[in-house]
Nanobody
Framework: QVQLVESGGGLVQTGGSLRLSCAISGRTFAYYVMGWFRQAPGKEREFVASFSRSGGNTYYGDSVKGRFTISRDNAKKTVYLQMNSLNPEDTAVYYC?????????????????WGQGTQVTVSS
């Protein structure tokens, strides 16, 4: 059974930074393609960032490019999302996501496993 556990959310002021973490349990870490999605109040869940299937490339949603960075620590079986220059439009529940090593992870349909979500609130 795969489990994704996020941490690191919280309240931050505009212009501030946060780092989210997602620890995965289950099969070998390298078996999964990992990423992040978010859902703001009243809006659909949207793609934020992910690794390519090979792990050699990263993808970002247009609204976070240049501000957010996805990274991973294979030894800790953990994926991170460093979020800089935060603004109120980044307020959302952030979800860690994973799929088996069979394709990229960039749409909701790609996701095989979800974390429970962590709240990020950016005050103006």
């Amino acid at each position: 059974q795969v489990q994704l556990v996020e941490s690191g959310g919280g309240l931050v002021q505009t212009g501030g930074s946060l780092r989210l973490s997602c620890a995965i349990s289950g099969r070998t870490f390298a078996y999964y393609v990992m990423g992040w999605f978010r859902q703001a109040p009243g809006k659909e869940r949207e793609f934020v960032a992910s690794f390519s299937r090979s792990g050699g490339n990263t993808y970002y949603g247009d609204s976070v490019k240049g501000r957010f960075t996805i990274s991973r620590d294979n030894a800790k079986k953990t994926v991170y999302l460093q979020m800089n220059s935060l603004n109120p439009e980044d307020t959302a529940v952030y979800y860690c996501a994973a799929r088996a090593y069979s394709g990229d992870l960039r749409t909701l349909k790609d996701v095989g496993f979800w974390g429970q979500g962590t709240q990020v609130t950016v005050s103006s």
